[in-house]
């Protein structure tokens, strides 16, 4: 006979207590009060096409996380977030590439040391941020952290996992992050008359300065092949068939003197024959 079943009902509660914390492992997961968030410093690309930078979490695990412990990013589509079934090994641990399939990895493993909870100082080392999406030729590695495929939006939570890969506590999920788009390129509209003022401003200094620049070159131009198109005449002097006398100046007779010699006197030369017999 079997046994009543006033009997039988704590031990079926006891089994279904186990089978419900093996089926949903998260209902008795620690959640810690934190939620991810973009980046708080002013950076430059914070959210880009295919990238978005976090803040670390620091000081959030402290006490929870040990030194054998992995702190994982949980990336997933804003819609798909709540399908996410935390793994329980670590060959459960989701790849990049199940983004695409399932929507939702994990990447970014990291260590509690590699978070401290000290502020980062000036100049040691730039802003304390996670940038996902940032490895572009990781796409063959088990835990890549491949730029994203699309805008998304995307949502992320932080899980800590044991070294056997056992979750042990879990981060809220984010609020939706959507990446930048580029625009087509016919959908640009490129009349002038929608352009900013500054930009008429920029576009007409620039064709002036282009202006400019055609005639310095027209005329630099000019000046170094006129010599070629129009050669220089030759002096008065050079010129073929013209002759142009030196004046002979002496140089032991003061020239008053010599002004004042009657012709045919005037030194070092013979004097006129006389016509006197």
């Given at each position: 006979m079997g046994l009543p079943w006033r009997q039988l009902h704590p031990q079926l509660w006891l089994l279904l207590l186990v089978v419900l914390s093996w089926?949903?492992?998260?209902?008795?997961?620690?959640?810690?009060?934190?939620?991810?968030?973009i980046t708080p410093w002013d950076l430059e690309g914070k959210i880009t096409a295919t990238t978005f930078s976090l803040e670390q979490p620091r000081c959030?695990?402290?006490?929870?996380?040990?030194?054998t412990d992995t702190i994982w990013l949980v990336v997933a589509l804003s819609n798909a977030s709540r399908g996410f079934q935390n793994p329980q090994t670590l060959t459960e641990i989701p790849a990049f590439p199940q983004l695409l399939t399932d929507g939702h990895y994990m990447t970014l493993p990291l260590s509690l040391n590699q978070l401290p909870c000290e502020e980062p100082v000036g100049g040691s080392g730039g802003a304390p941020v996670l940038r996902v999406g940032n490895d572009?030729?990781?796409?063959?590695?088990?835990?890549?952290?491949?730029?994203?495929?699309?805008?998304?939006p995307y949502s992320v939570k932080f899980l800590l996992m044991d070294a056997s890969g056992s979750p042990k506590a879990?981060?809220?999920?984010?609020?939706?992050?959507?990446?930048?788009?580029?625009?087509?390129?016919?959908?640009?509209?490129?009349w002038p008359g929608r352009r900013s003022g500054g930009m008429v401003v920029i576009t007409s200094i620039l064709s002036s300065l282009a202006?400019?620049?055609?005639?310095?070159?027209?005329?630099?131009?000019?000046?170094?092949?006129?010599?070629?198109?129009?050669?220089?005449?030759?002096?008065?002097?050079?010129?073929?068939?013209?002759?142009?006398?030196?004046?002979?100046?002496?140089h032991?007779?003061?020239?008053?003197?010599?002004?004042?010699?009657p012709v045919g006197c005037e030194p070092g030369l013979d004097p006129l024959p006389s016509l006197s017999p």
């Open positions: 089926l949903c492992p998260s209902l008795t997961l620690e959640l810690i009060p934190y939620t991810p968030q959030v695990l402290d006490g929870r996380a040990g030194a572009f030729g990781c796409h063959q590695q088990p835990y890549c952290n491949a730029p994203l495929p699309g805008p998304g879990e981060t809220k999920w984010s609020d939706p992050i959507t990446l930048y788009q580029g625009k087509a390129p016919g959908s640009i509209d490129t202006s400019l620049l055609l005639l310095a070159f027209l005329a630099a131009s000019t000046m170094h092949f006129s010599g070629l198109w129009w050669p220089e005449e030759a002096p008065e002097q050079q010129r073929i068939g013209s002759f142009k006398g030196k004046r002979y100046m002496t032991h007779i003061p020239p008053s003197e010599a002004a004042t010699l």
